[in-house]
């Protein structure tokens, strides 16, 4: 499955924190490294088993965590509605 982000959500990114936010919601988000990743390798479309044999490339020595992790940041991404499900 793909998703895409939500172009209503802007990021800033300030003393090593990231913060995912809209004004229309008023909704704010603060990122981990994992949930960072997953977003800006969605925004540029990436599918999340892409997303899931790229991080398992890179760190092999995680591997066994990869999958969950990357789950787990859509998971809590698409409930916020800062990733949308991409029905293309």
Avoid: H
């Amino acid at each position: 499955m793909n998703y895409r982000v939500n172009p209503e959500f802007k990021v800033e990114e300030f003393d090593n924190e990231i913060l995912l936010y809209t004004v229309s919601n008023a909704t704010g988000i603060y990122l981990n490294q994992t949930a960072y990743l997953v977003w800006k390798m969605c925004e540029s479309g990436t599918s999340i088993e892409e997303i899931i044999t790229f991080l398992e490339k890179e760190y092999p020595e995680q591997r066994n965590e990869i999958r969950k992790d990357v789950l787990t940041a859509v998971t809590s991404l698409a409930a916020s509605d800062a990733l949308l499900k991409d029905n293309a």
